[in-house]
């Protein structure tokens, strides 16, 4: 892929960004609580940068990049998830997806999405309205993927995919998604925080952890400030016996090339294929919808891959 606007002003604090961009997993309750937090913030302003999108595009996008990214923590190997919805509103819908590698791709299918009244807040349900999201897992090994869907409820994707892993697994879920912007609207911290409530747990697990919810931070304030997540989760689940079982990275990463392109032109009709060569416009410009990156083909390249089929 091609990052369009890496984050950090010099290689220093793009190195630093990229160090505190991570999902960490923890299990709390005697291990019959599972959770993830992830800082996310380098990964939302490239994606941002990327696709060039504005605060609103921004906003509900990142949503459901963090999203994806905190169910991706169980996943192994060459697993992935995506995340799908589809909406009679004006965000038309979108299309996210993240591998075991926390990797995370994805594209709005309204940019910009259009606005027609001045917006009071950054409330995502006018724009999703009616519709349904779908999750898909592609585990190493099935034959199948496994793709459920629930209708949207909520206009919310933090609420909406909470309601999914409750019907779908039968699982009591919190996802906790947000987004700091500064007054210039630039991204200053994004996070994310999903709990799941085990079979198993004690009776009074629910109400223990919606008590500690509630003093539990902003995960877009987490991530503004730099603070340690480990520390946070520690101190806030700290009478429910914490422990922090791993993290890894998390990055907007497509892999994307124009090797691969080259692969997909190769594949073409001869005839479709000599017609481009032929007739251009050159350089012939092909874009990855997953992460908005540009590959371009000159005539006397297209010439060799038609050659060389």
Do not use: W
């Not at 002003?9 to 960490?24: F, G, H, P, T, V």
């Not at 819908?93 to 926390?102: F, M």
């Amino acid at each position: 892929m091609i990052k369009k606007k890496p984050y950090g002003k010099n290689a220093k604090e793009q190195l630093k960004a990229s160090a505190r961009d991570k999902m960490y997993r923890f299990l709390l309750e005697g291990d019959t609580v599972r959770g993830v937090f992830v800082h996310g913030t380098r990964m939302i302003n490239e994606m941002r940068g990327n696709f060039d999108l504005g605060i609103l595009e921004t906003y509900i996008l990142g949503h459901a990049y963090l999203g994806a990214t905190l169910m991706s923590a169980s996943l192994k190997g060459q697993d992935r998830i995506a995340i799908a919805i589809e909406g009679t509103g004006p965000m038309k819908g979108l299309t996210v997806e993240a591998n075991a590698y926390g990797e995370v791709r994805g594209f709005l299918k309204a940019n910009p999405i259009p606005v027609k009244n001045p917006m009071e807040t950054l409330s995502m349900s006018p724009f999703m309205g009616a519709g349904m999201l779908t999750v898909t897992k592609v585990l190493e090994g099935m034959k199948q993927p496994y793709t459920g869907q629930v209708a949207l409820e909520y206009g919310n994707i933090a609420e909406d995919l909470a309601n999914y892993c409750f019907t779908s697994e039968q699982t009591p879920t919190v996802f906790n998604l947000s987004i700091n912007f500064d007054k210039e609207g630039n991204v200053v911290g994004a996070g994310g925080l999903f709990l799941q409530v085990m079979p198993g747990a004690p009776e009074e697990t629910d109400k223990k952890l919606e008590e500690l919810l509630a003093s539990f931070p902003s995960p877009g304030d987490i991530a503004e400030r730099a603070e340690n997540p480990e520390a946070v989760i520690e101190t806030v689940f700290k009478d429910l016996g914490p422990k922090i079982v791993g993290n890894h990275r998390v990055e907007f990463f497509c892999r994307c090339s124009k090797d691969a392109f080259t692969r997909h032109l190769a594949m073409l009709p001869k005839k479709d294929l000599n017609e481009i060569a032929n007739e251009g416009p050159f350089p012939v410009e092909l874009c990855c919808h997953n992460c908005n990156s540009f590959y371009h083909f000159s005539k006397e390249e297209l010439t060799e891959i038609l050659k060389n089929r």
